[in-house]
């Protein structure tokens, strides 16, 4: 048998003291805070130790799942599907509804239950999209502070770019210029980069320059081309809002509490609010879930929701806002009649290939192999080094390309993506099979996502009890434009192994694509594409007064006072990028508007 299971435990937590993350709610010293924060994930952790820079102010951090310390699975990136399969305990295991676009698929909706959420259990890209998503989001709420230029520093803020594990010579692989050294998330190239396969990558950049150009740095705001990915990733181990925001320092402050095992289930004790007109309503306190006991957590300023794009409109509609019709067909009183919440889902649909190759440079000499499985894992331990610092789920590189200027499909449905500098799709390189057939050989694999997608989803209740799993539709591949969109990524793919240098290392594909006839490859997305775990806009921005969306631009919920959303569902359009960057500096601001309205 390979070693460490999902279940590994650490035999010592490194130092970090854990003396105000509490287990138990009988050793929390209060229920009654300046601040009440709902979900210790990517974003609610950022706030946590913003606020309490301050202090003069308390904070209280309710967490439904557990500690991340002591999970191995959670800090080895080569183990991180122990954390995230459907089944974990660090999982919230939920599963999509039939999706009809996707040939009536069910999917797993994959969501971190461990402290850090997502953050602790991604697959660790770190992209932060065009800067035209962040304009085009500027634009959409009436507010420049969501533009690219404004949201720029953020990036800078939360960002500590660190050495490879290898401390291979990274000139040439990023641009230093644009990344900041401080902050408190390690990001940084990939330490152990498969030379073989990266070689033939970037090769092909050279001999396909026009259809794939080489881009020196994606996180410029200027995506496009074929580039080296960037991690979350820190000497060798993951890099979480748990490991970068929740230092030993920042839980030792007195005004700061973090009770764990304390699921929310709605907002308690609506009342006529005697401080904002434009908002007349107001919320006393959070009623959560400890052991088999409900409690109640009460904040004397702001109640922030930071539970993520399903837990935050599932909070907000079992407490009775949103849309009125459907809040009254399972009983639940209507508070507020906003019926945005838990719509306007947009996710990234993704599809791949894989081929055989002529190699033994794959994660399948590893992955097949106890004996080399157990000395990478030995050389880990020794020194966080060697194939363990991968994480293998996205790939060594990615590419964002988009579809032709005169491509037919804009008859269909106009250019959804931001403008001629944002991508339609991104490309992901990974030495490793997507699709099992031929399981004890070795693979490469080329995986495309419709990034600028026009189909919406929801999350919606499934009965009255705050507790029971929500309804969650994607609506992946539910417009028509995105799967023969799909269609055209994998055709660049296909482009893209045609240059000369793929020559002798490729064998046969698993699925011989360049066979099928434009329908035959449609079919093929809608039966072979799943989510990537981007989903955004369940609570999104408008302008202030506007009678659609969920928060305004300062991310106050509309017509409630003292109650934000701080998270991604606050984002409206789901950006050309994996989102965990973009939840960050969504967090870093958010955190800055807090401080702004409360001095």
Not at 77 to 90: C, H, K, M, Q
């Amino acid at each position: 048998m390979f070693a460490p299971t999902a279940l590994a435990i650490l035999a010592f937590f490194g130092g970090v003291g854990f003396s105000k993350v509490y287990e138990d709610i009988a050793n929390l010293p209060s229920l009654k805070y300046d601040f009440v924060i709902v979900g210790g994930g990517t974003a609610g952790n950022v706030i946590a130790s913003r606020l309490t820079e301050n202090p003069h102010v308390s904070v209280l951090v309710l967490e439904a799942g557990p500690t991340n310390q002591g999970v191995l699975d959670a800090q080895v990136p080569f183990l991180s599907n122990g954390v995230s399969d459907t089944g974990s305990p660090y999982s919230w295991n939920y599963t999509t509804i039939p999706q009809a676009g996707a040939d009536n698929h069910s999917f797993a909706a994959l969501r971190g239950y461990i402290l850090g959420g997502c953050s602790s259990h991604n697959g660790f890209a770190y992209t932060r999209g065009a800067a035209a998503d962040f304009d085009r989001y500027a634009q959409m709420t009436g507010d420049e502070g969501w533009s690219w230029n404004k949201i720029f520093p953020y990036f800078l803020k939360n960002e500590r770019w660190s050495a490879p594990a290898d401390n291979h010579n990274t000139q040439g692989q990023f641009n230093p210029a644009i990344h900041g050294t401080k902050g408190p998330i390690s990001v940084s190239l990939l330490g152990y980069p498969w030379p073989e396969f990266a070689q033939h990558v970037i090769q092909t950049t050279k001999e396909l320059p026009d259809d794939f150009p080489f881009n020196l740095d994606m996180n410029s705001g200027k995506p496009l081309g074929i580039g080296w990915l960037q991690f979350t990733i820190g000497h060798g181990e993951r890099s979480s809002s748990a490991t970068g925001y929740l230092t030993p320092g920042v839980i030792q402050r007195p005004n700061l509490d973090v009770l764990l095992h304390a699921q929310a289930s709605k907002l308690v004790n609506p009342t006529q609010s005697k401080v904002s007109p434009n908002e007349p309503v107001t919320f006393q306190g959070v009623q959560f879930r400890y052991g088999t006991s409900l409690f109640v957590a009460k904040a004397s300023k702001e109640i922030i929701l930071s539970a993520g794009t399903i837990g935050t409109p599932q909070i907000l509609l079992n407490s009775g806002i949103g849309d009125r019709t459907a809040l009254q067909a399972l009983g639940i009183p209507t508070v507020l009649n906003l019926p945005s919440v838990g719509k306007n889902m947009s996710e990234h649909p993704y599809s791949g290939v894989s081929w055989a190759v002529n190699s033994n440079q794959t994660f399948e000499s590893i992955t097949q192999n106890a004996t080399r499985y157990n000395e990478a894992f030995a050389e880990w331990n020794r020194s966080h080094t060697g194939p363990f610092v991968d994480a293998g789920g996205p790939g060594t590189h990615a590419g964002w390309l988009r579809l032709k200027a005169d491509s037919p499909l804009f008859k269909i449905h106009p250019d959804p993506s931001p403008g001629p500098s944002a991508p339609h799709f991104e490309m992901l390189f990974q030495v490793r099979w997507i699709v099992r057939k031929h399981y004890l050989r070795h693979f490469i694999s080329l995986v495309a996502a419709m990034v600028s997608p026009v189909s919406r989803g929801s999350v919606t209740l499934s009965s009255s009890d705050p507790f029971a799993a929500p309804v969650i539709d994607l609506g992946l591949l539910s417009n028509e434009f995105d799967a023969l969109a799909l269609a055209e990524g994998l055709k660049l793919a296909l482009k893209f192994t045609s240059a000369p240098n793929w020559k002798g290392y490729l064998g046969a594909p698993t699925v011989d694509l360049a066979a099928m006839s434009p329908a035959e490859l449609t079919a093929y997305v809608r039966a072979n594409s799943g989510p990537g775990y981007h989903i955004v806009g369940t609570a999104g921005m408008s302008p202030r007064g506007a009678r659609y969306g969920v928060v305004d631009p300062d991310l106050k919920v509309k017509g409630i006072a003292g109650l934000r959303v701080i998270d991604a569902s606050v984002v409206p359009i789901v950006p050309g990028a994996h989102t965990q960057a973009v939840t960050y500096v969504v967090a870093e601001r958010g955190a800055d508007l807090v401080k702004q309205a409360w001095n």
